[in-house]
């Protein structure tokens, strides 16, 4: 199986030379200043555009994932420092009104934590993006409590729903977690497929050593459900011990753990700037039993050249990339009394440096300071 070139389908941009050489000349900031009605889109010198944003609610969960934050002395981010909602709403209406935004998946931190994210998303949904359409709202959380909210959040506008599920073992579920609340999150996949808001994903992380024997059972369980399981590369952005290049789980090896149990085929649908890799895969001891399995390989196989992403932190913080080591605030400028124009400058000024690549292969990478749960997956 040519695995390896389905999961790069794209030449990749992320190789920083080459990148430059090839587009940042034919690329001119100018070009994309503001025409007369005042709006642009996020481009940056390697000719991306940002089309999805990326909303962080809140830096707090109530889950401690060992790949994502330590057991304890993790600070949250003071009150005042955070967005309040209509913060939060008004750089949401610059990004879809002003700047080209047309999809926002909110996250966190655990968004489900955020009060009044009914509202937010109602706020949202009313919006209409520049070709006239209703932003396509996602939400990723790790499913506590959305099976009591599924139907309020629906109603708000939230269109499609991702959850986070490593494991279907109660006993790993714990150690990965820390906490006791696998019975919660299943009975919020239950919830999230009735309400039809088709498909959902379930996204896995797979950490050496700790799950990789759930992928099959993981793969099951979500096909049973009727659910898509995305299985995510564990990327350097949790507790620093938690990861190693040489010992993570690469897409290959858990497309080899499938292979053991189900015949994959790639999916025809065109990965664009989708991170997944989609796979139709039938049971090998019972053709009838079939599903999607999507596997995103952002550390073997970067989708860079094709990232259409901004992000904004809870804390009004522009982050142009996940491994961004550098940020642009926006919530003093929006405190200090900055208009919608100059927002939108700031913004689009940040997303222009976005760097070709991760270069999580890069001989200096250094991990960002800020931690996933604070920027937002
Ligand atoms: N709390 C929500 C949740 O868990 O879905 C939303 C925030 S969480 C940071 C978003 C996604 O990032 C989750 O699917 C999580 O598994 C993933 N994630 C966290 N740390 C990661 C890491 N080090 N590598 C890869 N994915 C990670
Ligand atoms: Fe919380 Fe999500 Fe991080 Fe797990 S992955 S600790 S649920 S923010």
């Given at each position: 199986?040519?695995?390896?070139?389905?999961?790069?389908?794209?030449?990749?941009?992320?190789?920083?030379?080459?990148?430059?050489?090839?587009?940042?000349?034919?690329?001119?900031?100018?070009?994309?200043?503001?025409?007369?009605?005042?709006?642009?889109?996020?481009?940056?010198?390697?000719?991306?555009?940002?089309?999805?944003?990326?909303?962080?609610?809140?830096?707090?969960?109530?889950?401690?994932?060992?790949?994502?934050?330590?057991?304890?002395?993790?600070?949250?981010?003071?009150?005042?420092?955070?967005?309040?909602?209509?913060?939060?709403?008004?750089?949401?209406?610059?990004?879809?009104?002003?700047?080209?935004?047309?999809?926002?998946?909110?996250?966190?931190?655990?968004?489900?934590?955020?009060?009044?994210?009914?509202?937010?998303?109602?706020?949202?949904?009313?919006?209409?993006?520049?070709?006239?359409?209703k932003v396509h709202i996602a939400l990723t959380t790790n499913g506590l409590g959305l099976d009591k909210r599924i139907a309020g959040l629906k109603e708000a506008g939230l269109d499609r729903v991702n959850i986070s599920l490593d494991?279907?073992?109660?006993?790993?579920?714990?150690?990965?977690?820390?906490?006791?609340?696998?019975?919660?999150?299943?009975?919020?996949?239950?919830?999230?497929?009735?309400?039809?808001?088709?498909?959902?994903?379930?996204?896995?992380?797979?950490?050496?050593?700790?799950?990789?024997?759930?992928?099959?059972?993981?793969?099951?369980?979500?096909?049973?459900?009727?659910?898509?399981?995305?299985?995510?590369?564990?990327?350097?952005?949790?507790?620093?011990?938690?990861?190693?290049?040489?010992?993570?789980?690469?897409?290959?090896?858990?497309?080899?753990?499938?292979?053991?149990?189900?015949?994959?085929?790639?999916?025809?649908?065109?990965?664009?700037?989708?991170?997944?890799?989609?796979?139709?895969?039938?049971?090998?001891?019972?053709?009838?039993?079939?599903?999607?399995?999507?596997?995103?390989?952002?550390?073997?196989?970067?989708?860079?050249?094709?990232?259409?992403?901004?992000?904004?932190?809870?804390?009004?913080?522009?982050?142009?990339?996940?491994?961004?080591?550098?940020?642009?605030?926006?919530?003093?400028?929006?405190?200090?009394?900055?208009?919608?124009?100059?927002?939108?400058?700031?913004?689009?000024?940040?997303?222009?440096?976005?760097?070709?690549?991760?270069?999580?292969d890069d001989e200096g990478f250094l991990q960002p300071d800020r931690p996933m749960s604070a920027i937002g997956g």
């Open positions: 199986m040519t695995t390896r070139l389905y999961l790069s389908p794209t030449p990749p941009r992320n190789d920083r030379e080459g990148a430059s050489k090839s587009t940042s000349a034919s690329i001119k900031h100018d070009a994309y200043l503001p025409p007369a009605d005042g709006n642009r889109v996020l481009v940056d010198r390697f000719g991306r555009i940002a089309r999805d944003l990326r909303v962080s609610l809140t830096d707090r969960c109530n889950l401690r994932c060992t790949y994502c934050m330590p057991a304890e002395g993790l600070e949250w981010l003071p009150t005042e420092q955070t967005l309040n909602d209509a913060e939060v709403l008004r750089l949401i209406r610059i990004a879809v009104v002003k700047l080209g935004i047309r999809q926002i998946r909110f996250t966190g931190g655990e968004p489900l934590l955020r009060k009044n994210l009914e509202d937010i998303i109602a706020g949202t949904a009313a919006l209409r993006t520049d070709e006239g359409e494991t279907i073992d109660a006993e790993r579920y714990v150690s990965l977690t820390r906490r006791d609340r696998l019975s919660g999150v299943l009975a919020s996949i239950d919830a999230a497929v009735a309400a039809g808001l088709h498909p959902v994903k379930i996204n896995a992380v797979v950490m050496p050593g700790v799950n990789e024997v759930d992928i099959v059972p993981l793969a099951e369980y979500c096909i049973s459900k009727g659910a898509q399981l995305r299985f995510i590369e564990q990327m350097p952005l949790g507790p620093r011990e938690q990861w190693k290049r040489g010992d993570m789980v690469t897409a290959e090896e858990i497309l080899a753990r499938l292979e053991e149990k189900f015949t994959l085929s790639p999916a025809k649908e065109p990965r664009g700037a989708a991170p997944a890799a989609l796979w139709n895969v039938v049971d090998k001891s019972n053709p009838d039993i079939t599903g999607q399995i999507g596997i995103i390989a952002s550390v073997t196989h970067p989708f860079c050249g094709d990232c259409d992403r901004s992000r904004l932190t809870t804390d009004g913080t522009i982050r142009n990339c996940l491994f961004s080591r550098t940020e642009t605030p926006l919530r003093d400028a929006l405190r200090d009394g900055a208009s919608d124009d100059e927002l939108a400058q700031l913004w689009a000024g940040a997303m222009w440096e976005k760097k070709p690549g991760h270069g999580i």
